[in-house]
């Protein structure tokens, strides 16, 4: 179980359009879920945390009108680039998260991340 | 902002041998995980070790955790030409419902048949 999709695995846009990319909990409810985003041979930076039923909440320097969530229901968060540019091109990673209960020491809970999207933009 | 730095970055060893990666964090954690990303690929959730707790094992896997010296290990034995692929220290730290994951720079791990 907790097996998490996304949807496209790899995109190719010109400038000037946009894109968006699927994340899709397939066995569980996920009322939160994160993008995050990887440039080449580096590590995986959080963009911003998507909760079912409100607004996301976006990482200092990211811009939220450039980089639309939508956490349509609890299993499907997507991620829109609108207007991309070359900068743009990188690969988005989104995790789920599911939820186990609260214990004593604080929530218990897992992420569990979704393939990734290459990202091109020419 | 990052949070956990691994050492190496880069690391080469003979398969068989064992392979042992280091991440150092800045502040406060709930816990700390370890994850493997295979080249263009997505991340695999190899070990969670609590901020209570000071080593953890998992098959040829066994992390270490010093919450006074703000550093972890992992630990590869035996390992595989398989193994090969990028290690992630991930912080978390618990904001309401939430966990919230830091990722350290990685280190990229070459095992040589």
């Known amino acids: 179980g907790a097996v998490v999709s996304q949807h496209p695995s790899r995109v190719i846009c010109k400038s000037g359009t946009s894109v968006k990319i699927e994340c899709r909990s397939l066995?569980?409810?996920?009322?939160?879920m994160f993008w995050y985003r990887q440039f080449p041979k580096k590590s995986l930076m959080l963009m911003a945390t998507?909760?079912?039923?409100?607004?996301?909440?976006?990482e200092q320097g990211v811009e939220k009108d450039k980089f639309l969530i939508n956490h349509a229901s609890l299993t499907l968060s997507t991620l829109t680039v609108t207007s991309a540019h070359p900068e743009d091109s990188s690969f988005y990673i989104c995790s789920a998260q599911r939820w186990r209960g609260r214990t004593s020491g604080g929530p218990r809970n897992e992420q569990y991340f979704g393939p990734g999207t290459r990202l091109t933009v020419t | 902002s990052q949070q956990g730095e691994e050492d190496p970055q880069a690391l080469s060893i003979q398969e068989g041998e064992n392979a042992t990666m280091n991440c150092s964090y800045k502040?406060?954690?709930?816990?700390l995980q370890w994850y493997r990303q295979n080249s263009g690929r997505g991340l695999v959730h190899l070990i969670l070790i609590r901020s209570n707790e000071r080593e953890k094992h998992s098959g040829r896997l066994r992390v270490t955790l010093d919450t006074s010296k703000k550093s972890s290990s992992l630990l590869i034995t035996a390992s595989r030409a398989a193994d090969t692929a990028s290690y992630f220290c991930a912080t978390a730290v618990f904001t309401g419902a939430n966990s919230k994951l830091t990722f350290g720079k990685g280190i990229t791990l070459s095992v040589r048949p």
């Open positions: 066995d569980f409810q996920a009322t939160t």
């Open positions: 502040t406060s954690i709930n816990n």
């Open positions: 998507s909760n079912e039923g409100s607004k996301a909440t976006y």
